[in-house]
Structure formats: C-alpha cells, structure tokens
C-alpha cells in the first residue's frame, strides 16, 4: 500500500519511499524463507533499490513527480541519449528486472491466494521499474483527449503487465532450481547496476 | 524542558526513598515511579516544539524529542527488567540523574556544563552497572570520556570561549568524533553491549542520545569521511551476523547505531530521528532476553528500520542527503564518496531486513517476562508513533513527501497491515531447533583486567572532573563570561 500510494501519485515523495514499501514487502516474504533464499531476497531488493536510484541519477531528481514530469516533456529514461547515458540506464533497468525474477522467484506460491498475491507484488514491483525506467506517460494526461487519455493508460498498464508477467514466468522457471542458482542472476544483476553507475558518472 | 528535569530530579528522589521500604511495596514504587518518568517523557516529546530557553540552555524540538524518547525508553527498561523485590531501585534513581544530564547536555550552549553532565551521564552508567558488568562499559565511557574532555578543553582553551562550537573542524575535532564513536557504542564486543540484555543496560538509550547529542559540535552535515567508514561497519555487523547465524547483542547494536550515526553526521536535520531510532534499536535489544520468543516480528520490524517506523524517515533523510550531495559535487573524485554512501544505504537497509526476518522468525525458548513482552510492543508502539508523529524533527516531516498525506497514507497502511495479519492464511515457517536469547557476546576479561580498567576509569573521572574545574576557574579569571 505504501509503494502503491507513492507510485500512483496519491503522495507526493522520492524513490526511497517505494524501496521502503519494496523492503517491507521482503521482510513479510523473509518470514517464510530459510536464511540463504532470504538473504538472496534481500540482495535482490537492494539491487532493485540501487537500479532504481541510478534511473534517478540519470535525471538527477530522486522525487517521483519530478521523475514521472521529466519523462512526460523528454521521453522515458530508457531511451532518451547521450547514448552512453541511455546505456546505462538500459543496464540497470536489465538489472533490476534481473533482480525483481530473483526476488519473486522464493517463495513461489503453492495456493490461489498466494498465486493472486504474488502477482499483486509483482505488479507493484514492476510498477516500480516502469515508472522510472520506462514512463510512457509523453505529454501527461492533463489536457489530452479522451481516446488518447486512454490509450496512454491502457500502454501504461500494458507495459507493466508485460514486465510483471515476464519476471512472473522467468521466477517460476528460476523457482524450480536449487537457492544457490538465484546467486548467479543476482550477482549478474549487481554487477550491472555498479556498470549502470559507472556508466552513468562517467558520462555526466 | 525545565519541567521535564524538575520532574526528572524529584523521580530519582523518589527512588532513593524506596531503599527503606518493604520489598514488594519498594518493587511496586519503583514500578509506578518509572510509569511516571515515562509519563514525563511522553509530555516532553508532544510539547517539544514549543521551544524556549532556560538559564544556559536552548530547547531545540530535535533535541527535545532526541531527550524524550531516550529517556522513555530508559523507564521502560527499568519497569520491564525490575524483579518482584525492587533489588534494583538505584535503577531507577541512576535513571533520572542520567536523564537529567542528557537534558541538560543536549541542550546547553555552554562547554563547561556540557562537559560536567557528560561525566554525569558516564558516571551514572557505570555506578549501575559496575558490580556486574561494568569493565566493558568502563573501558569504553573512559576513552570516550578522555578523548570528550581533550577535545572540549582544548578547543575552549584555544578559542578563550565558552562557547559550544558548531560544525567544528581541525585537531580539536578528532578526539571529539573519537568520543562520539565511542560513546555511541559502535565498537562490536565490547563497550556499550555488555550491558544489553540486563537491567544496567537501562541506561544504554541515554548513553546512545548523548553520543547523537553531541554530533553537531564536530558535523556540520558534510562529514562523508566519518560517515562512510560508519555505514560501512553497520554493513558489516549485518553482513557477520546473517554469515554466523549466531547473533549477540553487541554486534546487533552496532547495526542500527552506526547506520544512523552516519546519517545524522551527512544530515543534521535528521538529528531528532537518527537518535531516537538508535536508542529504541538499543532498548529493543536489551529487552530481548526479557522477552524470549515473543513479539519476534515486531522487533525484527523496528531493528530493519522498515515503514512506517521513526528508523525509515532517518533512512529516507540520509538517502536524500547524499543523493543531493552527489548530484551536486563538481568532479567525479568529489563526488565519489557520496555515491558511494548512497549505493550503501540500500544494501544496509536491504541486510539489515534479511537479518531481521531472520530475527523475527527464529524459533526461541519462550523464556520471557510479561512486562518484557509488554515492554517491547511498547517500543514498537513508540517507534511507529514518533514515525507518524507530525512537527519538526521527528517523523514524516521531511523527506517523504506531503505530511498530511504521507502520514494517512502510512496509518492506513498499518491498520490494513494488522487487518491483513488476522485475515491471511498462514504460512509455512522453516522450523529450526529452539533456541536462546542472544547474550550480550562481549569479550572475556580476565579479573586482573577488570581491576586495572576499574582504576583507570576512576583516575579518568578524577581527572576529567578537576580539568572541568581548572576550566572553569580559567574561565572565571579570563573573563570568557
């Protein structure tokens, strides 16, 4: 809830306040995990956190609505240049989706309800790495059309569909190996982010 | 604030008249005195923003509510931890004169009395403890001391002002960030953690605020070369503490300390809810064995300084701090270190809730006391409220957006959170063999030893109360009034 509230604008706030909401939801996961998949779940979120704060760097703001404005004028962080600054940001939005399968992949759920509450997380997570890496919103909704309005929602809600589903499937495959195999993708996922930063402060 | 030490001071009175009483009336006196000084303490924190000055002294709501919430958590300890005799009813008299020089030293302006109540607070601790396990708190306090009354001294001495410096920098200022550290027991094995885990440790919030208290004489909010080292060590008492799977006291407390002394020493304004997180860290984990196997989420919960909790505002300030600092350094070497902060502070956030769902989730021996249990619902009560809490210094105010809606959005939150806990199905938990609460995990002294840090100990209070005197003497016959 707390993510979501930031995330969907109902408050206004930085980054930090949905890693938080991110944090909370692994320490309620962690309560069900033995010691080496929670620790790997608390890798993957700080990864998360990381890619998410080298998607703010690239745009110097760690505010949501600065981040949601300056993708509406420029485009979405992924793809606006210099190219090596859209490098980097490309890296670490690889990162993080690396590391949301890492982090959804323990524990898989083994019930409706838990299938149901899996893809809630994984939608809000996804949410998370849209929303900064990947903003479709061009010209912000306000004084657009209706079909257009819509049309920039339904893409929205499309791209973060697509990324929840994509991390969704990617974790049951990831679920069926042993714990140690997560280390691999979360280490890649590391790795990616410090290249990401690099990258990133190189450039700037 | 007047009010507060007025009624800190008559509190420890009380206790000290409790001594001559029968046992079960002396237990249940020194219960309802710690109730009152837990009483005092939550009006000093709702009215802290009031703001005045009294004699020498200024109340800032920061340190107002850094005050109100160390000396809470204190009381607490002393109502949790009390045994049905009221053995310890020096406890609770060692409280309020400990109390009382945490209100006096965060508060005032001068270097004398700063100085005079910083050894009152040292000396308080170590009185409380000493017949038990007081050589590792000895040996750190008297460093600390030291290197406090130095570092003090001589920059009042060079200045020939009385003055308490802000932001200070240059060699007057080692010794004092020596003392800070020390004080603040972020020194694993030994110090601070070998009083967690017993009734003395009823003063460890007060030894923790005072260590914060005293931050901004030697930060002035960029002092990235003592934070990052500090972030560091608490990545690295997380880090130690998952690999080992044998957590003790003393390396857990340097978690959430060293986390939030970096962040008030890169951010000043996040002073109020760097020490409060810190000392309910601190409470929470001397409370532990007093509460074995109970409210194991709702510690793990605080430890990991997760929302809605005073711990994530601090976290939320320390990220904006060095994310601003990075942003805005003019080379890439300048900037480094900052960067380098704030890709840390994930990972320590992030450890430290792998570590804590380690924690809430450990099977214990239910090996508890019903205050102790009590007590820590209290400090997550407390952790959440001063989280919540609206006004300057502490809770959402800044950094996490709008107040208003930040603070609703953040109390729905819970309140569907509890729902959530009465409604959701239940999960399967890895099962593990019972175990013990952690021990306080301090190194061995051999008795030898412990005499030898007694003395010197004593040779450094000795010392440190004739240099407060000589300064003030010199003082007197300068002129710096």
């Excluded at chain 2, 009175?13 to 710690?34: H, K, M």
């Excluded at chain 2, 080692?174 to 009083?195: E, F, H, K, N, S």
Aim: hydrophobic share 60%.
């Amino acid at each position: 809830m707390i993510a979501l509230g930031y995330l969907l604008g109902f408050v206004e706030g930085p980054v930090v306040a949905v890693v938080g909401g991110l944090a909370l939801i692994t320490y309620g996961r962690g309560l069900l995990l033995e010691r080496l998949p929670t620790a790997i779940s608390g890798a993957a979120v700080a990864i998360i956190g990381g890619a998410l704060g080298v998607g703010a760097l690239r745009w110097e703001a760690l505010d949501l609505g600065e981040l949601r404005g300056v993708q509406a004028v420029l485009g979405p962080t992924l793809l606006v240049g210099p190219t090596q600054v859209a490098i980097a940001a490309g890296i670490a939005a690889g990162a993080a989706f690396l590391a949301l399968v890492v982090w959804l992949c323990a524990p898989w759920p083994t019930t409706r309800a838990g299938y149901l509450w899996t893809g809630v997380e994984a939608g809000l997570a996804a949410l998370a790495v849209v929303t900064v890496f990947f903003d479709p919103a061009e010209s912000g909704l306000g004084g657009s059309g209706a079909g257009s309005v819509t049309a920039q929602l339904l893409r929205w809600a499309a791209t973060v569909a697509l990324v929840a589903s994509a991390a969704g499937a990617l974790a049951w495959l990831l679920s069926k190996r042993r714990a140690l195999w997560r280390v691999i993708p979360v280490a890649a996922a590391g790795a990616g982010v410090v290249a990401g930063a690099a990258l990133l402060t190189s450039a700037t | 604030m007047p009010f507060f030490i007025s009624s800190q001071i008559v509190l420890g009175l009380a206790c000290v008249f409790l001594r001559g009483l029968p046992a079960s009336q002396r237990a249940a006196g020194l219960r309802f005195l710690a109730v009152l000084g837990g009483v005092s303490s939550v009006v000093l924190f709702l009215t802290r923003d009031v703001g005045s000055s009294w004699s020498t002294m200024e109340f800032a709501p920061e340190r107002s509510g850094l005050v109100a919430v160390a000396t809470f958590c204190s009381w607490l300890l002393v109502i949790a931890t009390s045994d049905g005799a009221g053995a310890r009813w020096d406890l609770g008299a060692l409280v309020s004169a400990a109390a009382t020089a945490l209100a006096v030293l965060a508060s005032s302006r001068w270097v004398v009395p700063v100085l005079l109540f910083w050894i009152a607070l040292s000396a308080a601790s170590l009185v409380s403890s000493w017949k038990v396990s007081g050589a590792h708190l000895a040996l750190v306090t008297a460093l600390a001391d030291a290197c406090f009354i130095v570092g003090l001294t001589g920059h009042a001495v060079a200045t020939e002002s009385w003055d308490l410096p802000a932001g200070l920098a240059g060699e007057w200022s080692y010794p004092l960030i020596a003392a800070i550290v020390l004080r603040a027991g972020v020194i694993p094995m030994t110090g601070l953690g070998g009083i967690l885990g017993r009734p003395e440790g009823a003063t460890a919030p007060l030894l923790v605020g005072s260590a914060f208290a005293v931050t901004p004489i030697v930060s002035s909010g960029d002092g990235i070369a003592v934070a990052l080292p500090l972030l560091l060590l608490a990545a690295g008492a997380v880090a130690w503490c998952l690999v080992t799977d044998k957590p003790v006291l003393s390396v857990l407390a340097v978690w959430p300390v060293a986390a939030m002394l970096a962040i008030v020493w890169i951010d000043r304004a996040a002073l109020g809810k760097g020490a409060a997180t810190a000392a309910i860290a601190v409470a929470l984990l001397s409370l532990w064995p007093f509460a074995s196997g109970r409210a194991q989420s709702e510690r793990g919960l605080i430890l990991a300084a997760l929302p809605a909790t005073i711990g994530f505002g601090a976290i939320v300030a320390g990220a904006g701090a060095s994310f601003d600092r990075a942003i805005g350094a003019t080379s890439v070497v300048a900037a480094a270190p900052w960067d380098a902060f704030a890709a840390l502070l994930p990972v320590v956030l992030a450890g430290g809730v792998a570590l804590a769902a380690t924690i809430g989730k450990r099977v214990e021996l239910e090996d508890f006391r019903p205050e102790g249990v009590l007590a820590t619902w209290a400090l997550a009560a407390a952790a959440v409220a001063t989280g919540l809490s609206p006004g300057p210094g502490l809770g959402f105010g800044s950094g996490t957006g709008s107040q208003n809606r930040a603070v609703w959005l953040f109390a729905i939150a819970i309140l569907v959170g509890v729902a959530a806990t009465r409604l959701a199905p239940k999960g399967i938990v890895p099962l593990t063999s019972p175990r013990l609460a952690p021990s306080p995990g301090v190194i061995d002294l051999a008795p030898g030893v412990s005499k030898l840090i007694a003395r010197v100990s004593a040779g450094v209070f000795a010392l440190g109360a004739g240099v407060v005197g000589w300064l003030t003497y010199q003082g007197l016959s300068v002129g710096f009034l």
